[in-house]
């Protein structure tokens, strides 16, 4: 587990949710991804429009969502995330979204440390994470 | 597992693909989310517009992925869906994604069976699966 | 035109953009929701939870956009919002979007306002638009 | 008005529908953006993912919808395109939504005949559509 947390709060819009008036489950999944870029952003304070010059493509390889309780159009939600274990080129991100204070949503992304092949660009080939990146988030 | 299966092939539109020119990730739950009520059509005979005043909501609890290779756009992909299990008051549905007969993503949702409370909508109570229903999926 | 004028910045996330790089049109008219939303709720005071059982429901009748220039993944723009237009039951919402103070999109909405029929709330009726919220955006 | 039309009926997936229980407005402009989309292959005979590399990309400059009647969750509806007319460097494809034969959403993009610029890609340049393409219209 690693010391750097990200947290972001944000208002449910009305296009974020579904007939039952609640965020459709799948933009849980787009909270999570936005925030994984901003978590980047400000540990290693890298735009995240350079973050692929810089370092390369981080490729979703596993996700997953627990819904403890729907989250309702217009609720202000906490959007809490961090680096819960950096292994040799890849890395577990926590996402936990909570309203007043009580865990709603409890997720997690896997995703690969990548670059894009130069002589290919559709195939990746994964890297170790570098030192300096795994050392901003402590 | 359950031996009715639900199956249907789309192609990959340009909407559905983020800078990478591959499916963002969170457009999966859509996919499996649509082929859920799919299935339950098909296997119930009932329309997707009278399921909760014929039997209830099916709130997801539980949402996962396993993205085992990019889907790209234009890609023609088949998206193959079953439940593995019915317990109690829940269910769980297993969702395939393959290109050219290849897996691409693994994914599975766990939904329970449930009723909107009468006095306040906003509660939901779980409630059997119906013996009828599990009937119509063997 | 009304004197009021809401603006909020939002970063473009990845997952607004298409495989060009760029917001993928059809979110642009998410950006306009959500900021109507916003501006009505900043004009009147009244919380979006509780804007229909205030005053009633904002269907869209019209809706269009003029796009200027793209607007890529990263960059920091502003969406500002004010109705140009009360007319009896009715309004029109201008959206300008800019990016370093450059108009990167024109767009506007016409919407109706009105009320879900008590005996079928399927059915909508037209309403006055309330003097006492005209009056907020002067 | 060129004679070719292409047609698609889809049934509205839950997750298009916002809290109102029909289809979230912004939607509509994914429904156009596909639908130009599969025109342009139904009449040029080139798959999506081989567009760009044969013709260039075609962005949208202008787009609109009005919205007759609201369109419901589960309802079967079909999207009819076609271009009204080739300009020079651009044209305009109308889009009608109906349900049951009857006219739900008028809309409309105009998009530009464009390659991206060898040196920066960032930058397009418009070009005249070819002949062959408008001839496949008529």
Redesign the interface.
């Known amino acids: 587990m690693t010391s750097f947390v990200f947290r972001r709060q944000i208002?449910v819009?009305?296009?974020h949710?579904?007939?039952?008036?609640t965020v459709?489950?799948?933009?849980?999944?787009?909270y999570f991804?936005?925030n994984t870029?901003m978590l980047f952003e400000a540990a290693t304070g890298v735009?995240?429009?350079d973050f692929t010059a810089t370092y390369g493509?981080l490729?979703?390889?596993?996700?997953?969502?627990?819904?403890?309780k729907?989250v309702?159009?217009?609720?202000v939600i906490e959007i809490t995330s961090r680096v819960t274990e950096f292994r040799r080129s890849s890395f577990h991100v926590e996402h936990r979204i909570t309203v007043d204070g009580e865990l709603a949503v409890d997720g997690g992304e896997t995703r690969v440390w990548a670059v894009r092949n130069k002589d290919d660009p559709d195939k990746i080939s994964a890297r170790p994470v570098p030192n300096d990146v795994i050392a901003r988030f402590s």
Chains 1, 2, 3, 4 share one sequence.
């Open positions: 208002t819009e009305f296009g949710c579904d007939p039952t008036g459709h489950v799948p933009r849980f999944f787009q991804d936005t870029w735009d995240r429009r493509i490729p979703l390889v596993d996700v997953n969502a627990d819904c403890r729907p309702r159009f217009g609720e």
